[in-house]
């Protein structure tokens, strides 16, 4: 099964495409979309949309598997990324791909086997089960590297939305 991880984000929007066969992993492709603060914006989430949509042109994921969004203190960034999740959710819909949701903790819970664990622990972990020698430097695309694990992990009991 082929899987696009994404970790949601206006500014920064991780994405991983993993392939997951036999118990086994292997990681495809990862990046980052990102777009400028001085750009409007409906234009920032124009080109996360443009740019998923060249992603799953490319790659054909049979699925797309995205994290809930996690609502800490700063309402303003809560809603922009709320906006960005939309987007993201119909890239998924317009292109057919079946498109998953897990919360931060379900992610925690298929990776590291705790739902508490710290990002350290969950990225030893993501660096393991997809045997790579190092992880890259942005924490958004290692999230969707982790949550695409989290689908390969989840995925018989997973419901499309």
Do not use: W
Not at 23 to 28: M, P, Y
Not at 71 to 100: D, E
């Amino acid at each position: 099964m082929r899987i696009l991880g994404i970790d949601p984000g206006f500014a920064i929007t991780g994405y991983s495409i993993i392939d997951y066969v036999g118990n086994k992993f292997q990681l495809i492709t990862s990046g980052a979309v990102t777009t400028k603060a001085g750009v409007s914006f409906p234009q920032r989430l124009t080109k996360i949309y443009d740019d998923l949509n060249l992603i799953i042109q490319e790659y054909q994921p049979e699925a797309m598997a995205v994290e809930e969004l996690f609502f800490n203190q700063n309402t303003k960034t809560a809603i922009n990324v709320a906006q960005a999740r939309g987007t993201i959710l119909t890239v998924g819909c317009k292109t057919g791909t079946p498109t998953y949701e897990y919360t931060p903790l379900q992610v925690k819970q298929a990776v590291a086997g705790y739902g508490r664990a710290d990002k350290t622990q969950v990225q030893k972990m993501v660096k393991a089960i997809l045997n790579v020698e190092k992880l890259p430097k942005l924490d958004d695309i290692t999230d969707s590297m982790a949550i695409a694990i989290c689908h390969a992990h989840s995925s018989k009991f997973a419901e499309k939305l």
